[in-house]
């Protein structure tokens, strides 16, 4: 049975969450407690909207955006699935995975720690069963659980990212802490290998690198903001970092002309050489843990 809001509400009554109608007609859930403010649309399982009570928002979103069931809403949290980029050999195919642009089934709405409220949701994304529990509390909660069917014939393989866009202050001025001495790829520069960097992430172009064999956590600084960003994780090896400056984000119409000053991405993610593979009747969780300090 389709789901739409009057159906939503009333299967999932929760003190804290109420279904509505988003942008573009789009189905949303909103989360309002004494801790913090949320929301989250159906379309792509995309969570819009993080703050704790009494904060700015801890996430960025376009004001350009599209909210098409075809197309992916630019800011938030995209979740790429079952690949990241363009496809690997049929380049026709959507950027980043049909996750998030297909609908998720909403499963469950329950009380989380900390006076927060949860909200799980599930897709089948062939020949994967993935579910997505998001818990809004003090702090954000992403567990994205990827599961093969016993039924599948052979272990299967995907990439994913929880594309996280975080809002700052201003990107000349922000900083990251917790890759160091991690080797990344430059995709950039075509894609090149480059050793450890041995310092802090700083912007002054545009930067896009995917940091492969971490599993640390990122501290993201924002003086202008006076706020520091902290992004903790498990079950993912890769990290992806992100701002596409002047050039590139002038090239994208759901992109505002100056807003690439105000977003960084910083992605829990397992792609690449750290593409996952599973046997079936077998599951793999990534977590990641979005926190204001
Ligand atoms: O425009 P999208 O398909 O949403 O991709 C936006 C960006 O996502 C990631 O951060 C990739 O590393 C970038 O290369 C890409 O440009």
């Known amino acids: 049975m389709p789901q739409n809001v009057e159906r939503l509400s009333a299967k999932f009554a929760h003190p804290g969450l109420r279904f509505t109608?988003?942008?573009?007609?789009?189905?949303?859930?909103?989360?309002?407690?004494?801790?913090?403010?949320?929301?989250?649309?159906?379309h792509g399982a995309h969570?819009?909207?993080?703050?704790?009570?009494?904060?700015a928002p801890v996430l960025w979103v376009s004001e350009q955006s599209w909210y098409e069931p075809t197309k992916p809403i630019r800011g938030g949290i995209p979740i790429c699935f079952p690949w990241f980029g363009g496809h690997p050999s049929a380049p026709s195919q959507p950027s980043?995975?049909?996750a998030r642009i297909t609908t998720w089934e909403v499963t469950a709405v329950e009380a989380a720690a900390d006076d927060g409220v949860a909200i799980s949701l599930q897709n089948a994304i062939h020949p994967f069963q993935v579910t997505y529990r998001v818990e809004f509390g003090t702090e954000?909660?992403?567990?994205?659980?990827?599961?093969?069917?016993?039924?599948?014939?052979?272990?299967?393989?995907?990439?994913e990212a929880l594309h996280t866009y975080l809002a700052i202050g201003d990107i000349h001025q922000t900083r990251i802490e917790g890759l160091e001495s991690t080797a990344y790829i430059d995709k950039v520069a075509g894609g090149d290998r480059q050793p450890a960097s041995g310092e802090a992430i700083r912007f002054s172009g545009e930067l896009d690198r995917v940091y492969l064999n971490t599993s640390g956590a990122c501290r993201?600084?924002?003086?202008?903001?006076?706020?520091?960003i902290r992004i903790s994780k498990s079950g993912s090896q890769s990290t992806v970092v992100w701002n596409p400056w002047i050039g590139k984000s002038d090239k994208m119409p759901?992109?505002?002309?100056?807003?690439?000053?105000?977003?960084?991405?910083?992605?829990?993610?397992?792609?690449?050489?750290?593409?996952?593979?599973?046997?079936?009747g077998s599951a793999h969780t990534m977590t990641a843990k979005i926190q204001l300090q």
């Open 254 to 280: 759901d992109f505002g002309a100056q807003e690439w000053t105000g977003m960084v991405c910083v992605e829990t993610a397992n792609v690449g050489d750290n593409a996952v593979e599973i046997a079936p």
């Open 21 to 42: 109608t988003g942008r573009g007609g789009l189905v949303k859930a909103v989360v309002e407690t004494a801790k913090a403010q949320g929301e989250i649309y159906l």
């Open 47 to 55: 969570v819009t909207h993080f703050a704790p009570s009494g904060q």
């Open 96 to 98: 980043h995975g049909t």
């Open 220 to 228: 993201i600084f924002d003086p202008l903001a006076q706020r520091e």
């Open 140 to 159: 954000l909660q992403l567990t994205l659980t990827v599961e093969l069917p016993d039924t599948a014939p052979s272990p299967a393989r995907y990439e």
